[in-house]
C-alpha cells in the first residue's frame, strides 16, 4: 500500500489561511486564553511540569480548547506516566465524543472542540487548519497525529494514512481548481499520451477533439496558471490554432461541417469560461502532456461522441476504440473485412464475363480493386451492379389476338358464384356435399375428416371440412375467408367462393362477392334459424350483392330434413324471401327457390326419393346454378384489369397472383403494370381454372404468375392492369351510395375486393330518388337507412380505383353503405 505524506500544500486553503492576522495564527483572545490555561495546567500538574515542555502544554489545550483537565490528563497519559502497553485499537476506535470522522482527512480526529461555545460552531475545515498551523513543526500530517497514543505501536506495524478521494473536478464534480497530480498519476499520464501519439490521436475526427476539449476537467489544471481568456479571444485562439490543422484532415465536406462545429464550440466558449478555455488549447500541445491527461478526467460519453461523431469519417478503423465491440477484440476481427469484393464476388463476376450470365448485384462498398485483374472485375462488377433485376429477358409473347382466340374457342361458360348466408346456415356443408356428389371429393376423404372431427365433437362439421380447411375454422366450425373451389358441368365451369357468415368476417364475404358473377343464398329453415338470419347476415348479405352489382340468386333453402321436408315451411320462407328481394330491386326472373339438404344431399346433383318432398317438382340446385349462370357480358374489349385475391410468392422468382380478371384480356408476355406501387412486370404463365394456357379474358378466374418484379411491391387488394392504360389511383371519389344505415360525415372503410382503404365521407351532396335519380335534397346533414345519397369519400392515401367500380363503406364494424363510383 503506497505512503503518502501529505505536505503543508496539499492540505492548506490558502484563502482562508490568510484570514488569520498573526504570524502564528492565534487571535490576542487566544493568546490570552492560552497563557491562563497554561498556568493553569501547570498548577494542576505540580511537580510533573518539569516533565513536560511548554509547547507541548500548549499544543496539548489547542487541541483540547483550553480543557485544562483534559489537556492534564492527555500529558500525564501521554509524557508523564504512559501506559506500557498501549491500545491503539481500542483507543481508535473509542467511542468517546472525543474523536470524530473528518470528511476531508478521512480520518478520526480528536474534537476538542465538538459542541464546546463558540469554538462549536466552526468547522472541522477550521480545525484542521488550526490544527496543521499550530506550531513550526506540526505541518504535516504524521506530525500532527505523532501525540495519538496508537502511534506508540511498533514502526513496523504502524497504519498508513491513505489519501481520501478527492472530489472529482469536471463535467459532474464541478472545477475547484488544480489538483496536483502523485508521480503514479504523473506516469499514467505520461503513459497514455504515448499510446494516444502511436495511436494517432491526431487523426481522431474533429468533433471527437473537440469534445475532448470540452471536458473540463481535462484542463482544470490550467485555471491557475492561465487565468480564462475573453471570449472574443478564445474564439479567435480557437480559430487560430485548432481549426486550420483540422481542415487539412478533412474532406470539404468534413470541414464544413467541422466548422459549422467549431463555430457552435465558440458559441458555447460565450457563456461557458472554463469550456472556452479548454477549446483555445490544442490536445497535442506536448507542453501541457502532464496537465491534459489527470487520471481524474472525464472522457465525452459515447452517446455525445455518437452526436458529435462524423458518421461519414473514412477512419472506420478508430470507430472500436470509441465504442467497445466484443466481437473488435476477437484475433479474427477485420476492421475492413466487407471493403473490397468477397471472393464470391470476383468469381461471378469473373463468370459473367466469360459467360455473359447474370451476375449478383455487387455490393456497393467493392470499389477498391488491388490488382489489375481485379480492377478489370470491377468493371464487369460495376456493369453487374447496373442489371437489375428487370433486366432479366422477358418471357416472350405469342402476339395473340386473345379477343379473336376466345371468340373462336368455343370453350365453356366460365362463372363464379358467391355462396352467402347468416352463420351457420350450411353453406360449406352444401358445397362439401356438392363436390362429393360430382366426385371431386371422394367419400373416403369426408370419412376421415368425419372421424377427425368426431374427436373434437364436430362430426356435423365433416363436410363443411371440405371446404374449410384452414385449422382455425375447423376448431371454430366457422368459415372466416373465402374459400375457392372448381368444378364444371357439361356446359358451364364454375368457381365456388365460399363465404363466411359470421358478421365478423363481412369484408371477406365482401371480398367474394365482387368477384362473383352470381350468387347462392343459404337459407337455415329451422324454426326460428330462419327469423335470426333475416334479422342478421342474411339480410346483410343480400344487401351486399344488391350493392355489389350480383343480379340473380339461387336461394337454397336448406335443412329442411328438419322440418321433416315442410312444404309450408319452404312455401312461407320463399314467399317472405321474395318480397324482401324484390324491394331491393331483384327480378324475380332472377331468383330461383330450391328445398334441399346439404347435409343429407338431398335436391343438389339428384332429386330427393323421399315422399315427404314428392310435392317439389323442380330443380336440383346444380341444375339451378347451370340455369342462373349469367351468358356473361364479358368486357373483353375494354382495359385489362384485375383485382389481386392471392399472392404466392416462389423461390424461382416469380410471383403468382390468383384473382378474377375483371376487364379486357391478357397474354403470355404481356408488360404489365400493379398499382398502386407503380412498379411494372411480365406475364409469364396462366392458369384459368386448373388449365394452363397462353390468354385469359375478363369473367375468368385466373393465376398468374409474373417475373420481373419484386413481390414487395405487390400486396393482396392492387389492381394489376395494362401499361398502355393504366388505371390511376386517386384518394377523393364521388360515389351513389344506398345506405344500410344512418349515413352521414364520419370515418369510414371503403371496401373493394380485397382493396381496404380508410377515409371518411367528406360531405353529402345530395339524396337522391332511388329510381329516377332526381334529386330530392341538396346537402342533407344525413342520409337515412334506405335512402340513396351522393356522397364525396376522401381516403387517407391513393388507391386504384375508378369510375364504374362498386364499392362498400363500413363503420365501427357495420356496413352502412354501398354503391358505384361516380368519379
Ligand atoms: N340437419 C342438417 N344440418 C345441416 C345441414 N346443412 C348443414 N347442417 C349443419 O349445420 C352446421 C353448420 O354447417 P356449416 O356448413 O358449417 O354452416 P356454414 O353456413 O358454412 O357456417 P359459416 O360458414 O361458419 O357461416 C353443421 O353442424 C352442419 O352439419 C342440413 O341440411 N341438415
Not at 24 to 40: H, I, K, L, Q
Not at 515 to 538: H, S
Request: glycine content about 6%; charged content about 25%; some cysteine.
Amino acid at each position: 500500500m503506497p505512503v503518502t505524506t501529505y505536505t503543508e500544500d496539499d492540505l492548506v486553503d490558502y484563502d482562508e489561511f490568510d484570514e488569520e492576522d498573526e504570524e502564528d495564527g492565534m487571535s490576542p483572545e487566544d493568546r490570552v486564553a492560552m497563557s491562563n490555561a497554561t498556568a493553569e495546567v501547570k498548577k494542576a500538574l505540580g511537580s510533573d511540569t518539569i516533565k513536560v515542555t511548554n509547547t507541548q502544554i500548549q499544543e496539548a489545550l489547542w487541541h483540547y480548547y483550553y480543557d485544562v483537565d483534559k489537556s492534564v490528563a492527555y500529558l500525564n497519559r501521554t509524557f508523564i506516566a504512559p501506559p506500557q502497553k498501549s491500545t491503539p485499537k481500542k483507543t481508535s476506535e473509542g467511542k468517546s465524543d472525543e474523536f470524530f470522522f473528518s470528511d476531508t482527512l478521512g480520518l478520526f480526529v480528536r474534537s476538542a472542540w465538538a459542541g464546546r461555545g463558540p469554538a462549536g460552531h466552526r468547522s472541522d475545515r477550521a480545525c484542521e487548519m488550526r490544527s496543521r498551523d499550530s506550531g513550526a513543526s506540526a505541518v504535516s500530517l504524521q506530525a500532527q497525529f505523532s501525540d495519538m497514543p496508537w502511534m506508540n505501536v511498533p514502526h513496523d506495524r504502524k497504519a498508513n494514512l491513505i489519501p481520501p478521494s478527492r472530489p472529482r473536478g469536471g463535467l459532474l464534480g464541478g472545477s475547484e481548481g488544480a489538483q496536483k497530480m502523485s508521480k503514479l498519476q504523473a506516469l499514467a499520464a505520461s503513459r497514455k499520451k504515448k499510446i494516444e501519439e502511436k495511436k494517432g490521436l491526431g487523426n481522431a475526427s474533429f468533433p471527437e477533439r473537440s469534445m475532448k476539449r470540452l471536458s473540463l476537467s481535462e484542463h482544470a489544471g490550467k485555471g491557475f496558471a492561465d487565468p480564462s481568456p475573453s471570449p472574443t479571444k478564445r474564439q479567435k485562439n480557437a480559430e487560430t490554432a485548432a481549426l486550420p490543422s483540422h481542415k487539412r484532415d478533412l474532406a470539404p465536406d468534413s470541414a464544413s461541417k467541422a466548422q459549422s462545429q467549431q463555430l457552435g464550440a465558440a458559441q458555447v466558449s460565450a457563456t461557458h469560461p472554463g469550456a472556452a478555455a479548454a477549446f483555445t488549447d490544442s490536445p497535442l500541445s506536448s507542453t501541457r502532456a502532464t496537465a491534459d491527461v489527470l487520471v481524474s478526467k472525464p472522457a465525452p460519453s459515447a452517446f455525445a461522441q455518437t452526436l458529435f461523431g462524423d458518421a461519414s469519417d473514412a477512419r472506420q478503423t478508430n470507430r472500436p476504440e470509441v465504442f467497445a465491440m466484443p466481437y473488435a477484440m476477437s484475433s479474427a476481427f477485420l476492421v475492413d473485412a466487407f471493403s473490397q469484393p468477397s471472393p464470391d464476388d470476383i468469381v461471378l463476376a469473373a463468370q459473367a464475363q466469360a459467360g455473359k450470365k447474370v451476375a449478383p448485384a455487387q455490393k456497393a462498398s467493392a470499389k477498391k480493386t488491388p490488382s489489375k485483374a481485379a480492377s478489370k472485375e470491377e468493371e464487369v462488377s460495376t456493369d453487374v451492379s447496373n442489371l437489375k433485376i428487370n433486366d432479366a429477358p422477358p418471357p416472350k409473347s405469342k402476339g395473340l389476338d386473345v379477343v379473336k382466340e376466345f371468340e373462336n374457342s368455343n370453350s365453356k361458360k366460365s362463372v363464379s358464384f358467391v355462396v352467402v348466408g347468416h352463420v351457420d346456415a350450411g353453406k360449406s356443408t352444401l358445397m362439401g356435399r356438392l363436390l362429393v356428389e360430382l366426385k371431386l371429393v371422394e367419400q373416403r376423404t369426408v370419412d376421415k375428416y368425419r372421424r377427425q372431427a368426431e374427436k373434437s365433437g364436430k362430426q356435423s362439421f365433416a363436410l363443411a371440412w371440405v371446404m374449410d380447411q384452414g385449422s382455425e375454422e375447423r376448431d371454430r366450425g366457422v368459415t372466416i375467408d373465402i374459400a375457392t373451389n372448381h368444378f364444371e358441368t357439361p356446359t358451364t365451369k364454375f368457381t365456388i367462393l365460399d363465404a363466411p357468415g359470421h358478421r365478423d368476417f363481412v369484408p371477406n364475404m365482401i371480398a367474394g362477392a365482387s368477384q362473383a358473377d352470381f350468387a347462392i343464398l343459404v337459407i337455415d329453415a329451422n324454426t326460428g334459424a330462419y327469423e335470426r338470419g333475416l334479422k342478421g347476415q342474411t339480410r346483410e348479405h343480400v344487401l351486399l350483392l344488391r350493392s355489389l352489382g350480383v343480379q340473380r340468386l339461387v336461394v337454397a333453402v336448406n335443412k329442411l330434413d328438419m322440418v321433416a321436408w315442410s312444404q309450408d315451411r319452404f312455401q312461407e320462407i320463399s314467399e317472405q324471401v321474395t318480397g324482401f328481394l324484390t324491394g331491393l330491386g331483384f327480378q324475380d326472373k332472377f331468383v330461383t327457390f330450391v328445398p334441399i339438404s346439404g347435409l343429407n344431399g338431398d335436391n343438389i346433383a339428384s332429386k330427393i326419393e323421399d315422399t315427404a318432398a314428392s310435392w317439389y317438382k323442380g330443380s336440383t340446385l346444380l341444375e339451378a346454378l347451370e340455369e342462373s349462370a349469367p351468358a356473361t357480358a364479358r368486357a373483353v374489349e375494354k382495359p385489362f384489369r384485375m383485382a389481386i385475391s392471392e399472392v404466392f410468392r416462389s423461390q424461382l422468382g416469380t410471383t403468382t397472383l390468383a384473382g378474377r380478371i375483371d376487364s379486357g384480356t391478357v397474354q403470355i408476355g404481356d408488360k404489365i403494370l400493379v398499382q398502386p406501387s407503380g412498379e411494372s412486370a411480365y406475364v409469364k404463365s396462366i392458369m384459368v381454372d386448373t388449365a394452363a394456357q397462353d390468354w385469359a379474358v375478363a369473367g375468368q378466374s385466373v393465376s398468374v404468375a409474373l417475373t420481373n418484379i419484386d413481390p414487395i411491391h405487390i400486396r393482396v387488394g392492387d389492381i394489376i392492369c395494362e401499361t398502355t392504360n393504366p388505371i390511376l389511383c386517386g384518394d377523393t371519389f364521388t360515389m351513389k351510395a344506398m345506405a344500410f344505415d344512418h349515413v352521414m360525415p364520419m370515418p369510414v372503410d371503403l371496401h373493394r375486393g380485397r382493396l381496404h382503404a380508410p377515409g371518411q365521407i367528406q360531405s353529402i351532396i345530395a339524396t337522391i330518388d332511388k329510381v329516377t335519380g332526381a334529386t330530392i335534397k341538396r346537402k342533407p346533414k344525413v342520409v337515412q337507412p334506405g335512402g340513396v345519397a351522393r356522397l364525396v369519400i376522401q381516403l387517407a392515401s391513393k388507391v386504384p380505383l375508378e369510375a364504374g367500380q362498386r364499392v362498400v363503406i363500413r363503420s365501427g364494424g357495420e356496413t352502412i353503405a354501398a354503391g358505384l363510383l361516380e368519379s
